[in-house]
């Protein structure tokens, strides 16, 4: 089945910077890959998906790109601000099926 | 607030008790899904419905485990003879039936101890 592994597990860096999450997955057929923000006990919120016949996608500070040739996807956050500390989660939908199956997530910490 | 909405949002039980969790959906969405998730971990895929039906059900998912969605509308999910591995969240979410990677909305969670 499908498998998601993500990159790093967690992640401080300075204000202003930039930061960048990456996942893998398996299934070369997957087509859809989300990514969702989690904040200290609340719900994960999707902020940012791609499909597979797009290579890049961004909105405003936030951007993915997609290698599916490499079976990889990655989450870029410029000049990060505070707000932006929280677990993200990379996901993938295996073909056939309508179920996301989730990255182990990202521990961003933004550093003031 | 027409978000997806779970309750009870925390349950302390002892072990070997049985628990249930209600999610009620956004009101046009015909998926539902749950997942669990434990601490510094992704949520993991439990089962999800489409409709009242049960399309698919985690391998992982012991027989103690058991979701329905009788009218197509609200869902339970019950947990029997609950263990300590057990204690987790248990998150529900509901989308839009379409193409694939219609977005999944989650509910706050409901958060098990098992004690």
């Known amino acids: 089945g499908e498998n998601v592994e993500q990159h790093p597990s967690t992640l401080s860096v300075q204000e202003g910077d930039s930061a960048v999450i990456k996942c893998t997955y398996s299934?070369?057929?997957?087509?859809?890959f989300p990514w969702y923000k989690q904040e200290l006990g609340k719900r994960p919120q999707l902020i940012i998906d791609?499909?597979?016949?797009?290579g890049e996608k961004k909105d405003q500070r936030i951007a993915v790109t997609l290698n599916k040739t490499a079976k990889h996807f990655s989450l870029h956050i410029t000049e990060t601000q505070p707000e932006d500390s929280a677990v993200y989660f990379c996901?993938?939908?295996?073909?056939?099926?309508?179920?996301?199956?989730f990255g182990t997530g990202t521990r961003l910490k933004v550093l003031a | 607030d027409t978000g997806v909405s779970q309750n009870p949002r925390h349950k302390i039980t002892k072990r070997g008790q049985n628990v249930t969790f209600r999610c009620d959906p956004i009101?046009?969405?015909?998926?539902l899904y749950w997942y669990r998730q434990t601490l510094g971990q992704g949520p993991e895929f439990l089962t999800y419905?489409?409709?009242?039906?049960?399309?698919?059900k985690s391998r992982l998912l012991s027989d103690r485990f058991s979701a329905e969605r009788p009218k197509g509308s609200f869902s339970t999910l019950e947990i029997q003879r609950t263990e300590q591995g057990d204690s987790a969240m248990y998150l529900c979410?509901?989308?839009?039936?379409?193409?694939?990677?219609?977005?999944?909305?989650f509910g706050e969670g409901s958060w098990l101890t098992v004690v």
């Open positions: 979410a509901s989308s839009l039936t379409g193409a694939t990677g219609n977005t999944i909305y």
């Open positions: 299934d070369s057929a997957s087509n859809y």
């Open positions: 791609i499909r597979s016949n797009v």
């Open positions: 996901a993938a939908i295996p073909p056939g099926t309508y179920k996301y199956i």
């Open positions: 009101s046009e969405h015909n998926r």
């Open positions: 419905f489409q409709n009242e039906a049960q399309l698919e």
